[in-house]
């Protein structure tokens, strides 16, 4: 049986950060890693990904970026260095390959089973993102042969079949798919349902940039007008190349690829679309546009020129053939889920999700980070789980001080 005063489960960004607010603090910790530091940058990520966010809204606590390209975007590869890096920085306790199976509340803390033993802890923090279990709706329909694997499956356009590619979701890794796939010639569709659009440069800056100055990422989640509305928006429309071009529904159709609305259902050897395309369209352009003003506004000046629009074609397909050989391959770009049937039920919603107040559950001595909107708009981006590791550390300070359980 091990012990720790905190064990942190989850390697990646939060639970490095995390570990580094509670070292300064001197509080005794441990970071429990089922594989390995930052795996999921380096398992479910397809070759040429990079990070949507510019390299200087990446830093973590204590270490802040300082390198030649402020504006560039990291590469997952290089970005998985980082976090490695961070690590053996600022001797993070690390144990990887250690699988956290059950963690329960007990009668002085908690009790962890684990894949390499037990584990005692007086407090629990679960770090272990919020892109958890890849979601693909109509996973049991037949696909008639046809490859069909989650985004996070996709490794590059030489690993998929000959022949078309439908993507299912047109948010930030259905798009940058979409692009890589077209650009490598082939024939794509996107079925597309609600998104965000915005672009990656405005008046000169990056969208972060502004999003930043304007104090929308760090806007508090009780400052919202619909917290609940807020955490199911689509990640944003847009990609990290080094020639900061836009990637979404526009440029997508000058390489060629066909737009549909949402899937709707498979059946009869058929995939059906909903007809939406328009709809979700104009609801992505309005938002563009009042996010847009409002930057000019705050900038003080008169608006750049308009955007490329999207053109919702008069013909949309309403169902595309899974016989005919036109589609080799389905990628679903459906985002992910989170699964904590192991974890103390007690800290668990009616969604089956943690339910917490920026980032304390109603359990004592368990909390959370990492989480889309935990705190603030950005708490799932990297910058931001950083931040909140912060306040979670002094959370976990208060709380092992008030009830005497401070380590000597």
């Known amino acids: 049986m091990k012990h720790a005063d905190v064990v942190i489960i989850g390697g990646g960004q939060a639970g490095l950060a995390l570990s580094h607010c509670l070292g300064r603090v001197g509080i005794d910790h441990v970071v429990l890693e089922r594989c390995r530091i930052g795996e999921r940058w380096r398992a479910q990520a397809w070759q040429s990904l990079r990070l949507l966010t510019p390299n200087w809204l990446n830093g973590l606590p204590g270490s802040p970026y300082d390198g030649p390209d402020p504006d560039g975007f990291r590469t997952k590869d290089a970005f998985v260095q980082d976090l490695e890096t961070y690590a053996t920085r600022w001797q993070v306790p690390v144990e990887c390959g250690v699988e956290v199976v059950s963690c329960r509340r007990t009668g002085g803390g908690f009790a962890l089973a684990t894949s390499a033993g037990d584990w005692t802890a007086k407090a629990v923090m ?141 059946a009869n050897r058929e995939i059906g679309f909903a007809d939406d395309l328009a709809a979700s369209v104009a609801a992505a352009e309005a938002k563009q546009a009042r996010l847009l003003a409002g930057i000019d506004r705050f900038a003080g000046a008169a608006r750049p020129t308009r955007r490329q629009p999207v053109t919702v074609p008069s013909v949309r397909p309403m169902r595309l053939s899974l016989a005919d050989g036109s589609i080799r391959t389905i990628i679903w770009a459906t985002g992910y889920a989170r699964s904590f049937d192991w974890l103390e039920p007690l800290a668990l919603g009616a969604d089956g999700e943690i339910a917490h107040q ?51």
């Open 358 to 408: 920026g980032g304390v559950t109603s359990v004592p001595g368990l909390y959370a980070l990492g989480f889309r909107f935990l705190r603030k708009r950005d708490s799932n981006f990297i910058g931001g789980a950083g931040v909140d590791a912060q306040a979670i550390a002094a959370e976990v300070s208060r709380y092992l001080d008030r009830k005497g359980l401070r380590a000597a």
């Open 126 to 266: 679960v770090a272990t993102g919020h892109c958890d279990r890849p979601v693909i709706p109509f996973a049991s329909a037949t696909m008639g042969g046809r490859l069909s694997i989650h985004a996070s499956q996709y490794r590059s356009p030489g690993e998929l079949p000959p022949g078309g590619v439908l993507i299912v979701g047109a948010s930030s890794s259905g798009v940058q798919i979409a692009d890589e796939l077209a650009r490598a010639g082939r024939r794509v569709t996107l079925s597309v349902g609600k998104h965000t659009r915005l672009p990656r440069l405005w008046r000169g800056k990056d969208i972060f940039f502004w999003l930043c100055k304007m104090g929308l990422m760090a806007q508090p989640l009780d400052g919202l007008a619909n917290p609940e509305s807020a955490r199911r928006q689509p990640s944003l429309q847009l990609a990290g190349r080094p020639d900061k071009a836009d990637v979404d529904l526009a440029t997508l159709q000058a390489l060629g690829v066909g737009l549909a609305g949402r899937v709707r259902g498979i």
